[in-house]
């Protein structure tokens, strides 16, 4: 079995707290263990705060798709902002930040260390930024989704 959802919400602050709480009470249901949860919800947290905070005047919302399939947690954060610098390397746990990225990238290399597999993307024609992480799940014993 696996589950999956998709949230429109708005770029504000008070978004984030909302996307971290209905993924974590997901993850619950569905029996994965809460060490894993944390991971995944603190990442998806960097990444929903950096559409609130990066986006500019370009949209007023950003959108979270989240799914559980087998053993495994895909996360995707898409906003209709400028999209990553065009040639700019994305500041990864460690690589030396571009001059382009020195002030931030913080957040997404938190989500670098906690996600399993970290894609970022520029969405083509719109140019939103798009960040993708999979997480490795494990489960607590009984647990509803727990793949066979």
Known sequence: MSIWWSLQLRREAASVPLARRLLLGAMETAGVDADISHEVCVALSEACSNAVQHAGDHTEVYRVTASIHGDVCRIEVTDGGPGF?????????????????????????????????????????????????????????GALLKAS
């Open 85 to 141: 610098p065009a040639g700019a390397t994305i500041p990864l746990a460690g690589r030396r930040e571009p001059r382009e990225l020195a002030t931030g990238g913080r957040g997404l290399r938190l989500i670098e260390a906690l996600a399993d597999r970290v894609r970022y993307d520029s969405q083509p024609g719109t140019g939103g930024a798009v960040v993708t992480f999979d997480k490795v799940l494990r489960w607590r014993e």
